[in-house]
C-alpha cells in the first residue's frame, strides 16, 4: 500500500495549474475577441455602416422612380443619451415631400411604411448581391399591398418593376386579393 502525501499532491496541482492556467487565460481571451467581432457590435455593424449610404441611395432611387419625389430615406446610426454622449442607434426617418415633414419610419400610416419597407428591403437585397455575388431572381410577396389604397397599388407595382430593374430580379410572386393588381399583372393564377 502506497502512502499518499497530500502536500505533495498539492503541490504537482500547483505546478500543473500554473502551466496550464495562462494557456487557458489566452485562449479565452482570443475567444472573447471572436465574440465580440461576430457579436451584435462588431462586423456586422461596420459592415451595415459602411453599406447605409448605398442602400439610402438605392431606396430613394427606387421610391422616386414610383412616387416621384414623394418619399426619400435617411439613416441615423447615433443619437444623444439623457446625459449628452453618443449611442449607438438605427433610426429610419422618412422625409414625406407632400407633408415637408420628417418622420421616423414607425410613425407612419401602414400604407405608406409598406412602401418604404418593400423599398428597402429591395435596396439591402441589391447591395448584398453586389457584395457576394449572389442575386435572388425570384420575390415572394405575401399580402404586402393589403393597406395600399386603389392608386397606390399602380405605384406599387411601378415600384416593384424599378426594384427588378435596380437587383436583376426576373419574377415577383404577389399574392393580393386587389383586384387592381390581378387585372393589372402579365401572369396569375388565381385559386
Request: include cysteine.
Amino acid at each position: 500500500f502506497h502512502h499518499l502525501d497530500f502536500n505533495d499532491v498539492s503541490i504537482k496541482l500547483i505546478e500543473a495549474t500554473g502551466h496550464v492556467l495562462p494557456m487557458i487565460t489566452e485562449d479565452l481571451q482570443e475567444y472573447t475577441v471572436i465574440q465580440k467581432s461576430f457579436g451584435s457590435e462588431g462586423i456586422q455593424v461596420l459592415d451595415l455602416e459602411s453599406s447605409i449610404p448605398e442602400i439610402e441611395e438605392i431606396t430613394n432611387s427606387i421610391l422616386c422612380d414610383s412616387y416621384d419625389d414623394r418619399f426619400t430615406v435617411s439613416f441615423e446610426t447615433q443619437r444623444n443619451s439623457a446625459d449628452g454622449r453618443k449611442i449607438e442607434d438605427f433610426i429610419i426617418n422618412v422625409y414625406d415631400g407632400k407633408s415637408g415633414r420628417i418622420k421616423k419610419l414607425e410613425l407612419l400610416c401602414s400604407g405608406e411604411r409598406v412602401w418604404i419597407i418593400q423599398a428597402l428591403y429591395y435596396a439591402f437585397s441589391v447591395v448584398r448581391s453586389r457584395k457576394t455575388g449572389f442575386c435572388f431572381k425570384t420575390r415572394f410577396l405575401d399580402e404586402a399591398d393589403g393597406s395600399l389604397d386603389s392608386q397606390s397599388r399602380g405605384r406599387y407595382l411601378k415600384m416593384i418593376e424599378s426594384a427588378h430593374e435596380a437587383c436583376g430580379a426576373t419574377l415577383t410572386v404577389l399574392i393580393t386579393h386587389s383586384q387592381e393588381i390581378k387585372d393589372v399583372v402579365a401572369q396569375k393564377i388565381e385559386l
